[in-house]
């Protein structure tokens, strides 16, 4: 089995932009960022995006070709007392004529004073910033520090982006061991991570650990859905009566059997069941397996809910019997839990697809000039009969319900 005390994502981290994936909109050949990394001239900058699309990996490819002091902090540990150690050690620098950058990752997380701490020096230069948010910037950090800085917005990677991660993984990360895998076991993992590069590497790494003892690994499409599996149920606190009685409560519902259901519920309070849990269950099930058949159901749930907040047992007992009663005899239809889990697999299958620009909302300048809300067409100039697309391109006249 392959050893290392790093993580696959961390011994897999660029340390190039040559090795660097996706983004080429804002590193391609040519491109401003790129010109001013590769030219050492970088200015204060907002990187944003989600999660694994590369913000803390390109901040390390920069300390690695700066010759500017690169300091790295997190937002989350760190404070004003950080920051007076880092101006000083940038004031030295600046007698020296060297330059500062800071990287804060996660900058979002500095309150307003802390912002306003850092601004005076990114104001006279004393500092250059990097910041890496997965926050609308827009939102979470200082105006005035934000007008002193270029937004730098990353995308989620692409499937094609997430396979030659996987593959060059495959290649480098493993010197040890003999992976094989075939094109379908790449485009699984590629989907199921959702643009997110650490995801990808995580679940590689997690299918090759648990499965190399003699050396040797050959990865297929069964072998990745098993360990995803595996993953999911690293989670899975379940398995015991406890879940075996709510799941006779809620199938007993379901069939319409009105005194199995009774019986069921007893059986948990009698035991003394938290009874908002159950109440919880019972809101759920009025829209799984009403819904639209009778909408007055989820109002006779969190009436019932409410209720057993209000007194609590033993008083809430058959507060209890009421609700679970009259989801019973009520009529039936799973349609909109259908449609929502139709919308779910398309989620899973296509990863965090784009909202249409037109559809974005666009409260602040930097968004309206990321082209945020143009061209949306408003629904009661149109008299609600405008003819706009308001799914993502790749789902384009998708239908989820019947109607």
């Not at 001239?41 to 390390?60: D, E, H, N, Q, V």
């Not at 075939?182 to 991570?193: E, H, P, R, T, V």
């Not at 190399?212 to 690293?234: H, P, Y």
């Not at 007893?266 to 009403?290: K, N, Q, Y």
Request: proline letters at 3%.
């Amino acid at each position: 089995m392959e050893k290392s005390f790093k993580p696959l994502a961390d011994r897999m981290r660029p340390e190039t932009l040559a090795d660097f994936f996706g983004q080429e909109d804002l590193i391609g050949e040519e491109k401003l960022l790129r010109k001013a990394i590769e030219e050492d001239r970088i200015p204060s900058m907002i990187f944003w995006g989600p999660p694994g699309t590369g913000k803390t990996t390109l901040a390390s490819i920069i300390a690695k070709q700066t010759k500017s002091e690169f300091i790295k902090i997190s937002a989350v540990t760190s404070g004003i007392k950080d920051l007076k150690e880092i101006i000083e050690r940038a004031k030295i620098n600046d007698r020296l004529k060297r330059r500062t950058i800071l990287f804060i990752d996660e900058i979002h997380r500095w309150n307003k004073a802390q912002q306003d701490a850092l601004l005076p020096h990114i104001e006279n230069g004393l500092i250059v910033l990097i910041g890496a948010t997965t926050e609308n910037p827009s939102f979470e950090i200082r105006g005035a520090l934000l007008s002193r800085s270029r937004v730098f917005v990353f995308k989620q990677l692409e499937e094609k982006d997430i396979e030659l991660l996987i593959k060059r993984a495959i290649k480098k990360g493993f010197p040890r061991l003999k992976i094989k895998i075939n094109k379908k076991g790449i485009g699984m993992i590629s989907q199921m991570s959702n643009g997110d590069a650490r995801i990808a590497l995580n679940i590689l790494e997690y299918i090759v650990l648990n499965n190399s003892l003699d050396g040797n690994i050959n990865i297929d499409d069964k072998l990745v859905k098993e360990a995803v599996n595996k993953i999911n149920l690293l989670y899975d606190k379940g398995g015991d009566e406890h879940y075996n009685l709510i799941s006779a409560l809620h199938k007993s519902m379901r069939g319409s059997d009105h005194n199995a259901s009774l019986y069921w519920l007893s059986r948990m309070v009698e035991a003394g069941e938290d009874p908002l849990f159950i109440a919880r269950r019972i809101v759920r099930f009025a829209s799984e397996d009403i819904g639209l058949a009778n909408s007055r159901a989820l109002e006779q749930a969190v009436a019932a809910y409410q209720a057993c907040h209000f007194i609590g047992y033993p008083e809430c007992n058959v507060i209890l019997a009421q609700a679970v009663v009259y989801m019973a005899k009520s009529k039936k239809s799973n349609e909109l839990y259908i449609g929502y889990m139709k919308a779910a697999e398309d989620v899973k299958n296509y990863g965090n697809l784009s909202v249409p620009i037109h559809l974005r909302n666009a409260p602040t300048k930097l968004m309206k000039e990321l082209g945020y809300g143009e061209d949306y067409k408003y629904s009661p100039e149109h008299n609600y009969q405008e003819k706009q697309e308001y799914m993502p391109s790749k789902l384009k006249n998708k239908k989820y319900l019947k109607n």
